[in-house]
């Protein structure tokens, strides 16, 4: 997908001398950088292994409260 982005001269000009000395195009250059970025923000594990501790529950000590504990009647 073809896409347009404003960026500040000073930014640009970086931008190109860093993609020029990685021998790399400015494409190339800002898709390495979201692919970091996004490899930071990914789950630690895979969203099915989160269903199945979800599933699975935590023991937080003490008792279940009844359903008019929970409701404060």
């Known amino acids: 997908m073809k896409t347009t982005i404003d960026l500040p001269d000073d930014i640009l000009l970086r931008t190109k001398i860093a993609a020029a000395r ?25 969203p099915s292994d989160a269903m199945a501790r979800l599933r699975h529950g935590y023991h937080l000590g003490g008792q279940p409260l009844t359903r008019e504990q929970a409701h404060g009647r």
């Open 22 to 46: 990685r021998r790399t195009s400015i494409k190339n250059l800002v898709i390495e950088g979201l692919e970091t970025v996004l490899r930071e923000e990914a789950p630690a594990s895979p």
